[in-house]
T-cell receptor, first 113, second 114 residues
């Protein structure tokens, strides 16, 4: 099946720092979605991207659909303690059933005061 | 603001037992999904449905069954529980499938098979 590689797997940062994470695939994707999962909860969508090169913001979060269509990036500016959680990328490949999302393995973010 | 509701939240099963994880959504979404999440891993699609009466296999369907008799409900059945099915199960729904269907998830059901 499709593979999505997320980097980094985990990160510790200090409050106020900016965060960057990325997701790469082995094939071309038509859609990229970024989700956040809090402990004991289901994933919640943060940002959806539908066109190569698209740059979309949601508050302090900014995500980009890579121009090669094989990657996506998520940036968090001025991190705060409630940013703690696991961030998942998800995407729909160009080929195959459009209803199926492929998920990355997640980036675990921990923020220290 | 119920969204996607899953029950139970936690369950312990013995090997060979059967159970059904319930999922209901009140957003009138056509598409519904079941995923499992193993520790340190992403979500794997078990089954999905594009509407009442229509279901299809995902990436890891073995050991599971589903049905979709109504738009709102999409139960997941485990017939003969095995330790490999210990996982957290998430139900999700979306208004559309295809390229623009953003998934909304339930809070998860943590299943342990001993």
């Amino acid at each position: 099946g499709q593979q999505l590689n997320q980097s980094p797997q985990s990160m510790f940062i200090q409050e106020g720092e900016d965060v960057s994470m990325n997701c790469t695939s082995s094939s071309i994707f038509n859609t990229w979605l970024w989700y956040k999962q809090d402990p004991g909860e289901g994933p919640v969508i943060l940002i959806a991207l539908y066109k190569a090169g698209e740059l979309t913001s949601n508050g302090r979060l900014t995500a980009q659909f890579g121009t090669t269509r094989k990657d996506s990036f998520l940036n968090i500016s001025a991190s705060i303690p409630s940013d703690v959680g696991i961030y998942f990328c998800a995407g729909r490949p160009e080929t195959g059933t459009a209803s199926k999302l492929t998920f990355g393995t997640g980036t675990r973010l921990q923020v220290t005061l | 603001n119920a969204g996607v509701t899953q029950t139970p939240k936690f369950r312990i099963l013995k090997i060979g037992q059967s159970m059904t994880l319930q999922c209901t959504q009140d957003m009138n979404h056509n598409y519904m999904y079941w995923y499992r999440q193993d520790p340190g891993m992403g979500l794997k699609l078990i089954y999905y449905s594009v509407g009442a009466g229509i279901t299809d296999k995902g990436e890891v369907p073995n050991g599971y069954n589903v049905s979709r008799s109504t738009t709102e409900d999409f139960p997941l059945r485990l017939e003969l529980a095995a330790p490999s099915q210990t996982s957290v199960y998430f139900c999700a729904s979306s208004k559309r499938g295809g390229l623009t269907g953003e998934l909304f998830f339930g809070e998860g059901s943590r299943l342990t098979v001993l």
